[in-house]
């Protein structure tokens, strides 16, 4: 890599080249640009699970979770995994909410044993994606024992202790390799050297967008709810209370919400943040907006979006910017087979 860790480039000139190793090769990434929280306490479990929309209080030691953070009325304020490491709770996060969350955090610490540390600059992590990721991680002398969907083990490279961690299920064969972040370019080389592919922010990005998941700060905004992004593996409705469960439960009990994260095809690129319009009742109204959009790197130049639809619209023609859409539903089987010639 001719970059560093922190500096990862958007691709490295063969996006196509990338994303094919993310779905049948080994493609491996810095993941520098995310955070490390590190809880600990007597009351961590505890207070923890009384401000997030998952159940942390049962989270077994070496096992991790995804979560919400709400506000009172119920509006995401961020996202993350948190992982239960036996001595401490770890919070992965996007780097760029780090100084927005530390702060609400505190807010809420009142008379609890909890102390909240950012330990970014102690614990970063290098990521591999792709079927033939267990070989290379092999072959650098990293053995990969059989995982559940973000559970971490201990592990030795060289003579670096690291947590191995398995990556959410919707990336299929993924593990991360949390390390001190000195060595973190010496990782990234030797899996390199050892038959990995180095893969750009805009092969994971198009991953991400192929696989239908929405990301905090282009998805998910502050007025948006939980229930409006389709992300149910960050609820957990039989926990007790916790900071904006009111509005959950209320959305729950009436069953649907007026609008919900939709997947798109367009025939051309449009901006985002472009509204989705629709012929209804012999008038154009705006029926939703498109929120991350990925152009195929090759073959018929079909484009990908993710967005958010309102439900009356559903089967309606539907156009935005000037460009026909169609729903799509998600994820784009095909593309995350690593076809990128057809999107149906």
């Not at 190793?21 to 929280?37: M, N, P």
């Not at 290098?126 to 973000?150: A, D, F, T």
Request: aromatic share 6%; charged share 20%; proline share 5%.
């Amino acid at each position: 890599m001719t970059d560093s860790p922190a500096n990862q480039p958007a691709n490295n000139g063969d996006l196509a080249a990338e994303f094919q190793a993310l779905t049948q090769g080994a493609g491996v990434y810095s993941l520098a640009d995310r955070a490390k929280i590190v809880l600990t306490g007597e009351d961590r479990s505890r207070w923890l699970n009384g401000v997030v929309t998952n159940n942390v209080r049962d989270l077994a030691p070496g096992q991790g979770l995804y979560a919400f953070l709400l506000n009172p009325q119920g509006k995401i304020q961020g996202d993350f995994c948190a992982f239960n490491r036996g001595a401490d709770i770890v919070l992965d996060i996007e780097g760029s909410q780090l100084a927005k969350l530390l702060p609400i955090f505190d807010h809420y610490i009142i008379m609890d044993d909890v102390l909240v540390t950012n330990a970014s600059d102690k614990l970063t992590a290098v990521g591999i994606q792709g079927p033939k990721s267990h070989e290379v991680l092999q072959s650098v002398g990293i053995g990969v024992p059989e995982l559940r969907p973000l559970q971490m083990v201990g592990a030795k490279w060289q003579d670096h202790h690291l947590a191995l961690v398995r990556s959410e299920s919707w990336k299929n064969d993924a593990f991360e390799m949390w390390i001190d972040p000195e060595h973190s370019a010496e990782l990234i080389h030797a899996l390199l050297q050892a038959g990995a592919s180095d893969v750009g922010k805009d092969a994971l990005n198009l991953y991400r967008i192929a696989a239908g998941i929405p990301a905090y700060g282009n998805d998910i905004r502050e007025r948006d709810l939980p229930q409006e992004t389709d992300q149910e593996r960050a609820l957990h409705y039989a926990k007790g209370c916790y900071v904006g469960q009111e509005i959950v439960e209320r959305i729950r009990s009436r069953g649907q919400v007026h609008r919900s994260f939709s997947g798109f095809q367009l025939t051309a690129p449009c901006p985002v943040g472009s509204k989705i319009t629709a012929e209804i009742g012999g008038a154009t109204k705006e029926v939703g907006e498109i929120t991350s959009v990925a152009s195929m790197p090759v073959g018929s130049g079909r484009v990908l979006a993710l967005g958010y639809l309102r439900r009356e619209a559903l089967n309606q023609p539907l156009t935005a910017n000037g460009t026909p859409v169609r729903v799509q539903s998600l994820p784009f089987e095909e593309v995350l087979q690593g076809n990128l010639n057809s999107v149906p």
